[in-house]
């Protein structure tokens, strides 16, 4: 079954699992061994060679694991993917492996928390050097690339303010100064966005988040170009962040539904930012989705839908941001993002808790900021809600 020109919604349930599984299972069954075993010392030798298909140990490869990795390959359009025990797995690995010392990257301000600090605390480490461009200042990073760079890392939208990068156009860039554009495509996923046909070379993904989609299992997934996704399997044989196979099966039953998901989330987080926008207790609304929003115009070209996640800042400081939060219903006060359950907090105890006031500042985050992720309930409940919560507030 060539599933390449298949629309995502039919992708999404078949790819990785098109083959029929032992006794005719009709979903990837969870292979929860360790060491396959062979009939033959000739046939084990020739699959350890690489001259036949199979599978060894399940630190490198596993088929409940590689039914996932197919998954995430068909839906960005890429030639290759790899899973990881996480989504910051994927992503140190990915620079890990693609980096040596005296290697330069170019990135941006806002890139998730973790990924920050591999560019400010841990390549430092190795002689690598990342110059962070202020992540709409197109212009600044068109110059940090053309000095000379290995490789360029961008998100967007970003977290928490969602800013949006014209990935084609910094991608352009990278490609002429040499470098490999890396995107952190978590916030958009798949079904709104695809940066590997907009120039990108890699996407990485915290599948945590709402590729899973349940809040159940950890899960990070590199795909795109074939011989780096090579090199970067190679590393993590020896790094060892492999995924295992029951959390795989997590992942894989949560992107069948990726589809019908991602579609309720755009329409909802569109209809939650709209109302927000237009609130007398409300001073701003992050939302990409909104003309008033900075990104509106590029957001509108390189993506399909404007994702489940939206910010807001409240007038009255982090004690109003208290108030609504503890009247809200339908919210888990909590981190994380893309659940099939509405989830909200203040950066200053989620994603930017390790930053001072003034630090968060720096990157736009007030205190009176509001994370919020969409999740699948019905809108109208999620407005009442909101709408009861600033009663109080
Ligand atoms: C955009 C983004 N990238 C990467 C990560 C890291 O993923 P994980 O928590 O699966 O390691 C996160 C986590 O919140 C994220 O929001």
């Known amino acids: 079954m060539d599933l390449s020109k298949s629309k995502k919604g039919t992708a999404a349930v078949w790819a ?25 010392l000739d046939d084990w030798y020739e699959v350890a060679k690489g001259n036949r298909e199979g599978h060894i140990y399940s630190r490198n490869t596993n088929p409940t694991v590689q039914a996932l990795e197919e998954k995430i390959r068909i839906l960005e359009g890429a030639e290759d993917a790899i899973a990881f025990s996480t989504g910051m797995a994927a992503i140190s690995n990915t620079l890990f492996a693609l980096l040596k010392p005296g290697d330069r990257v170019v990135s941006i301000k806002d890139s998730y928390g973790g990924t920050s600090k591999l560019f400010l605390e841990h390549l430092p480490k190795f002689n690598i050097e990342a110059a962070l461009c202020e992540t709409e200042d197109h212009e600044q990073l068109e110059r940090e690339i053309e000095k000379g760079c290995r490789l360029v890392y961008l998100e967007s939208p970003t977290n928490p303010t969602l800013k949006v990068i014209d990935l084609q156009r910094i991608a352009r860039a990278a490609r002429k100064a040499g470098a490999i554009t890396v995107v952190d495509n978590t916030f958009a996923t798949p079904i709104n966005q695809n940066p590997l046909a907009l120039g990108a070379n890699l996407v990485v993904h915290s599948a945590t988040k709402f590729l ?26 020896i ?15 949560g992107m069948k539904t990726l589809e019908l998901r991602v579609q309720r989330q755009n329409e909802s987080a569109l209809q939650i930012a709209r109302y927000l926008h237009g609130h007398p207790k409300v001073d701003r609304v992050f939302y990409p989705g909104l003309e008033s929003h900075t990104g509106h115009d590029i957001a509108k070209r390189q993506m399909s839908g404007f994702g489940g996640m939206l910010s807001f800042e409240l007038k009255g400081g982090y004690e109003a941001v208290k108030r609504l939060l503890h009247n809200l219903t339908f919210v888990h006060l909590a981190a994380s ?42 809108v109208e409940d999620l407005i009442a809600d909101l709408e ?6």
Do not use: W
């Not at 990785?16 to 033959?40: D, L, M, Q």
């Not at 170009?225 to 044989?237: A, C, Q």
């Not at 790094?239 to 039953?253: E, K, T, V």
């Open 16 to 40: 990785g699992e098109t083959e029929t599984f032992p006794h005719g299972s009709s979903t990837a069954p969870i292979f929860n061994t360790v060491t396959f075993a062979y009939e033959g």
């Open 212 to 237: 899973s989609g349940h809040s159940d299992t950890m899960c990070g997934l590199v795909c795109g170009e074939k011989e780096l996704v090579r090199e970067i399997f190679k590393y993590r044989e």
């Open 239 to 253: 790094n060892g962040a492999s995924l295992q196979p029951d959390a795989a099966y997590m992942a894989i039953r």
């Open 337 to 378: 993002l893309g659940s099939v359950s509405t989830l909200a907090g203040p950066p200053r105890t989620t994603s930017h808790v390790e930053l001072t006031e003034a630090q968060r500042r720096g990157l736009g985050i007030s205190e009176s900021l509001i994370r919020y992720s969409t999740g699948i309930e019905n």
């Open 388 to 393: 009861a919560g600033f009663k109080n507030v």
